[in-house]
């Protein structure tokens, strides 16, 4: 049977993008059969498939379209396993949470110290990963396990098949013990290394479109520098990779330094004297290569503009691309020289297995001080140099003095920073730990552990799970205090339910009814402020403990372990364990389970829709595939490919153009909402004056512009309103009436009931059925009635943050957004009923039979 589905771009295109968990383009269109019209199977654009083209809803004039785009962060199963990278991930999202970024000269300047200590931050973290896979495979499995002890003590348990190897007769050295560990290492490297380059060649290779001249950008999120960032990517991950595998290979090298004579192993093995020269100079050159990676990262080049003279192509053959593999070939010449340097080394150790691995506890400890210094850099900046950019004037363009303030006085940056450090040191302290006691008793040097084996770690990962400890209880205590602040608001929320519905259904409804619909009214309304003030305090207490922690640690040092109560270092212990199991456990069911997985999806969808700024190891950026493949879809539907704006004080007058194209109602649902502000903000083209946006379920301001307001403040509301407003031959200019104009091509619908969704400029009471449509702002009642319907036994549940498509309100905000305005007139909304097909869904699926409605 042959189908129908409209190739149109003439009259208005709906185009639809779907928020958080990956909604299927078959419920976004609300349609059982569509097609894939453009993009691919990761993130692509889809039409509905109608039986024939006569009566079809999708016409010449009117037509729908979905952009499905959730397979880039929920879609694969192995995915859910990059929640070990959220400490990647939230110091990414500190480097946008800076309120210093602006725009100077149509180019988005950055705070040069800020930056500086976030990318040593960062290299840090990369460090610490690195350093717990040497604690566990080099320093407790080789050196501690492997090594040789006497009859009467005990040995490593639990060990298994995967420790027989220690006691093989031609792997019986301490070089080689250590030089098949590092492979551990080695491999998580490679891994991240592999992956960071796989998910930007799948997922943030698209191309920007480019411009052959600097737009009137005046704000960050209009520079499109902001989705080029390919060169500082790839040089800060290559940049990464070289140190990280330049500090294996220092703590390969580092236990086999000589003796006395300059020619004797620690276990008493004699070293070629050839061997040992180069030995000493390939320490020497990964040390080097080390201190350069920490001088080298603060200096790499920013994102250039994209541009017809500066397209995106394959890495370029220069060093940043070589330097990973030459550090390579200098640590697989020390694996060499540690099989094979020594000429005798035989099985009389006499250090390894009674201490720590020489030079891990050194680096695991310098590295944390190291990253305290630059965490109070990072506070002392914003004390130096301000913390809010959001000032009373910017809030008095919308007319709102209510407009949000920048969370946390301003210091959100440095707390997330202070979050992904803390959780970087729980990930490495909890597996060290773990593995310790799997194997025998982690304890300190000189304390004696009874019939278990001893395996020496660092006392700093102790003091961490101490301080992860204290942090739990505190967690507790706050998520109990916010628990009860939302159930305190449902009073004041009655009393709206009781305002907002009519008088007569408010008598009727049992107060029960009154009573439930507040409690989600209130949870909803409390559930944003409640966790910004519990995650604040959170983190104020979590700075105290670690403060306190190492004051302690000073006093104390290691009498924690020895003089310390048992079950305090194992109850820290277990708490440490249950977060890295907790990770891997909903991995797991991400993987088993698909709703979970979506819901994994969902904090991705979140954190990752910033490019990636400071890790290059971060989980990917789906914005820079989604933003590129709207703005070209944009430019497409509109006829407006290559016409680029520019901004002139007096404009010339010019011929009236025939437009080759049609209009573009761009319609977005929650995080959607985020990447349409943003593609709009980035049409700089005439794209731009032949759309119109409606947002529903939008978090722009009840969570971005607290937490990014250098991108969505007040005066990027502002100006996106602005963007919306102008007519087609020349830009607007900054208004001088505040608040969105009148003829803004925008509707934000919000319902009280969305704990993510709410208003943009101002909160506004619940339309009402024949209440006049006002651009901006529109709250819908949820539920829409109130009592029990004719011939139904049950209430309309509160839908929440879905299903804005059931409301009679949409398709309200549709017709005035598609039929007036410089738009045509538009049709009818389109009808329920949808004739009877057989379909193949997205996935591949077996067909389906859909009846008619």
Request: charged share 15%.
């Amino acid at each position: 049977m042959d189908r129908y589905v409209s190739q149109d771009i003439s009259g208005w295109t709906e185009l639809r993008v779907h928020g958080v968990s990956g909604t299927p383009p078959e419920t976004e269109l609300c349609h059982p059969a569509v097609a894939l019209v453009a993009g691919d199977r990761l993130a692509g654009f889809y039409r509905r498939i109608w039986e024939c083209a006569r009566g079809a809803p999708d016409r010449p004039d009117f037509r729908r379209e979905g952009y499905a785009w959730g397979k880039l962060t929920s879609g694969d199963n192995s995915r859910a396993l990059w929640l070990l990278l959220l400490p990647f991930m939230f110091l990414n999202l500190a480097y946008y949470m800076d309120p210093g970024h602006r725009v100077v000269g149509g180019h988005t300047r950055v705070v040069p110290e800020r930056n500086a200590v976030q990318r040593l931050l960062a290299l840090s973290l990369t460090g610490t990963y690195v350093l717990a896979a040497t604690s566990v495979s080099m320093d407790l499995v080789a050196w501690q396990c492997g090594a040789h002890t006497g009859p009467s003590q005990p040995t490593c348990s639990s060990g298994g098949f995967w420790l027989n190897w220690l006691h093989y007769g031609w792997l019986d050295s301490t070089g080689r013990h250590l030089a098949v560990a590092s492979i551990v290492p080695l491999a998580l490297v490679g891994l991240l290394w592999w992956t960071a380059r796989r998910t930007w060649a799948t997922m943030e290779a698209q191309q920007v479109p480019q411009v052959d001249r600097v737009a009137d950008v005046r704000l960050p999120l209009e520079d499109r520098r902001l989705w080029n960032g390919r060169g500082p990517v790839r040089k800060l991950r290559a940049l990464h990779v070289a140190g990280a595998l330049a500090l294996v290979g220092v703590l390969l090298l580092a236990p086999l330094l000589p003796g006395a004579d300059l020619t004797t192993l620690s276990h008493g093995g004699t070293w070629h004297p050839a061997a040992a020269v180069v030995r000493n100079l390939l320490l020497l050159a990964l040390l080097l290569v080390v201190a350069l990676v920490v001088a080298w990262v603060p200096l790499v080049k920013d994102r250039d503009r994209p541009g017809q003279d500066a397209p995106r192509t394959d890495d370029d053959g220069d060093l940043y691309r070589i330097l990973p593999w030459l550090v390579a070939a200098l640590v697989a010449c020390a694996l060499a020289v540690a099989c094979w340097g020594a000429a005798n080394a035989g099985p009389t150790d006499t250090t390894a297995g009674t201490t720590a691995l020489p030079w891990q506890t050194g680096a695991v400890r310098w590295l944390l001080i190291a990253q305290g210094a630059l965490l109070v850099l990072l506070a002392a900046s914003h004390v130096v140099r301000g913390t809010a950019r959001t000032t009373p004037a910017d809030r008095d363009v919308l007319g709102n003095p209510g407009f949000p303030r920048p969370a946390w006085g301003g210091m959100s940056m440095a707390g997330v920073a202070l979050l992904a450090t803390l959780l970087a040191t729980a990930l490495a302290a909890g597996v060290t730990l773990r593995v310790a006691e799997m194997l025998g008793a982690p304890t300190v040097p000189g304390h004696s552990t009874g019939d278990q084996r001893p395996l020496v770690v660092s006392i700093v990962y102790f003091w961490a799970a101490v301080c992860a400890l204290a942090l739990v209880v505190v967690a507790l205590l706050l998520a109990a205090r916010a628990w009860a602040g939302m159930r305190r608001g449902r009073a004041e929320q009655l009393h709206h339910v009781e305002a907002f519905y009519p008088p007569g259904d408010v008598r009727t409804a049992p107060r029960g009814r009154r009573r439930h619909i507040a409690g989600v009214w209130a949870r909803a309304r409390g559930l944003g402020p409640a966790a910004e003030s519990a995650l604040g305090l959170l983190l104020l207490a979590a700075a105290v403990i670690v403060a306190a922690g190492v004051a302690l640690d000073l006093a104390l040092g290691t009498r924690l372990v020895t003089d310390g109560s048992r079950w305090l270092t194992t109850a820290a212990n277990l708490v440490l364990t249950g977060l890295v199991a907790g990770l891997l456990w909903a991995g797991r069911q991400a993987y088993r389970n698909e709703s979970f997985r979506r819901t994994v999806g969902i904090l991705w969808d979140v954190g990752t829709f910033w490019p990636r700024a400071t890790h290059p190891f971060a989980p990917p950026c789906y914005a820079e595939r989604t933003v590129p493949d709207l703005l070209t879809r944009l430019e497409h539907l509109t006829g407006t490919t290559g016409e680029h704006r520019e901004h002139r004080e007096h404009p010339e007058p010019q011929e009236p153009q025939i437009p080759r194209g049609g209009r573009v109602l761009l319609s977005c649902h929650s995080q959607g909402s985020v990447i349409g502000a943003a593609v709009l903000m980035q049409a700089n083209t005439a794209a731009g004056v032949r759309t119109a946006l409606l947002t529903y379920g939008c978090p722009l301001t009840g969570l971005y512009a607290r937490f990014f307001p250098a991108y969505f403040d007040a005066g990027a509301v502002h100006r996106l309103g602005q963007l919306l407003a102008h007519e087609e031959g020349e830009l607007p200019a900054p208004g001088e009436d505040p608040g969105l104009a009148k003829d803004t091509r925008w509707y934000n619908l919000y319902r009280a009931s969305d704990p993510i969704g709410g208003w943009v400029v101002r909160d506004t009471a619940p339309l009402r059925p024949g209440d006049p449509l006002r651009r901006g702002d529109r709250q819908l009642l949820d539920p829409m009635k109130l009592c029990k319907q004719p011939g139904d036994t049950c209430y309309q549940p509160p839908k929440g943050h879905s299903d804005y498509f059931s409301d009679p309100a949409f398709d309200a905000c549709v017709r005035d957004l598609v039929g007036g305005g410089t738009g045509p007139r538009l049709i009818a909304p389109p009808p329920t009923a949808v004739p009877v097909v057989l379909s193949e869904s997205v996935d591949g699926a077996a067909p389906v039979t859909q009846a008619r409605l």
